[in-house]
C-alpha cells in the first residue's frame, strides 16, 4: 500500500491557465495537464532562482519530492512544446495557505486541498461556500456569493 501524497504549499495561481499552440486546428491539439503544483515547483525554480532545498522547503515537501515534480513539470512543458500540444493548468495535491473558505450550511471553515474546494464544501458537498478574499486574490479564482 502506498503512502497518501502529501498537500504541497502553493502560493501562486496564474490568471491564464490554458495555452494553445497558434495555427493549429482545435481537432488535432492534444491536450497536456500540468498541475498546480507542477507550475509553483518551476516558478520557484526557474522564476525566482531558489535553490532545491528552499524550493522544497516553500513548498513543504522534501527535497526528493521537490525533484520528483519538477521533473514532471518540465517533461510535460517540453513535450507541449516539441509536439505542438495544448497545456491546461489544474488539478493537484496543493494547499492554498492564504484562501480560507467559510461553508454556510455547515459552518465549516477550511483551506483549499484540491482545485473542487473552491466551489464545493469537503465536509458536506455544498456549493454555499465563500472566500474571505485575502489579499485581494479570490476575486479572479474563488467562487464567491457577490
Known amino acids: 500500500m ?3 501524497t502529501k498537500f504541497r504549499r502553493v502560493e501562486f495561481f496564474p490568471e491564464d491557465t490554458y495555452f494553445v499552440p497558434w495555427g493549429k486546428p482545435k481537432c488535432k491539439i492534444e491536450e497536456i495537464a500540468l498541475k498546480v503544483e507542477e507550475l509553483e515547483a518551476m516558478r520557484l525554480k526557474d522564476i ?3 535553490n532545491q532545498e528552499q524550493c522544497a522547503e516553500r513548498m513543504q515537501v522534501s527535497r526528493q519530492t521537490f525533484q520528483n515534480i519538477i521533473d514532471s513539470a518540465r517533461k510535460k512543458v517540453a513535450v507541449a512544446l516539441t509536439e505542438g500540444n495544448a497545456i491546461r493548468i489544474s488539478g493537484g495535491n496543493y494547499r492554498a495557505t492564504f484562501c480560507k473558505f467559510k461553508c454556510y450550511k455547515c459552518g465549516n471553515i477550511y ?3 484540491y482545485e473542487q474546494d473552491k466551489y464545493t464544501c469537503p465536509s458536506c458537498g455544498s456549493d454555499n461556500v465563500i472566500c474571505t478574499k ?3 486574490f479570490c ?3 474563488c467562487k464567491t456569493l457577490d
Do not use: D, Y
Request: positive net charge; charged residues 40%; without cysteine.
Open 2 to 4: 502506498s503512502r497518501p
Open 48 to 50: 525566482e532562482g531558489l
Open 111 to 113: 483551506e483549499i486541498n
Open 134 to 136: 485575502k489579499a485581494g
Open 139 to 141: 476575486k479572479k479564482w
